[in-house]
């Protein structure tokens, strides 16, 4: 007969099974994953075409006809396109003027620091 072996830290049960699955120990040796740009950029692109799906839907069902007037230009739209296209002029005139301001940010930074390539400083960088 062998003695009984004490472990440190028993694992526990796992779906009330006293025995550790093979799996449920592999995942925890596995390393965490970090995430990167291109899984980012994957992200952004789903949701980016969830977002024109969504929007392609709206401008169907709002096919009625609208008549629109901008700076003496007249004419029909279906008020869908009309809508959307509303809220893309909302959002040059957002975008615009907050370019400008992050332009004007940048180039008092180059000027403060008197570098003229406003890149962070040389030496080891986090990865973050």
């Given amino acids: 007969m062998t003695a009984p072996q004490i472990h440190p830290h028993p694992t526990p049960p796992v779906n009330g099974d006293p025995r550790p699955d093979s799996a449920a120990r592999l995942v925890n040796r596995l390393p965490r994953v970090q995430r990167s ?12 075409a969830v977002v024109l799906l969504l929007l392609l ?3 169907l069902q ?7 007037s901008f700076l003496g230009a007249h004419g029909t739209l279906p008020i869908g396109v009309a809508l959307l296209l509303a809220a893309v002029f909302g959002i040059l005139l957002v975008a615009l003027p907050g370019t400008a301001r992050i332009m004007q940010l940048r180039l008092r930074q180059r000027r403060a620091t008197g570098r003229p390539d406003a890149g ?9």
């Fill in 120 to 128: 962070p400083p040389p030496g080891p960088q986090s990865t973050r």
């Fill in 37 to 48: 740009r291109m899984g980012g950029l994957w992200v952004a692109s789903v949701l980016f």
């Fill in 62 to 68: 709002n096919g009625q006809r609208a008549e629109v």
């Fill in 57 to 59: 839907i709206f401008v």
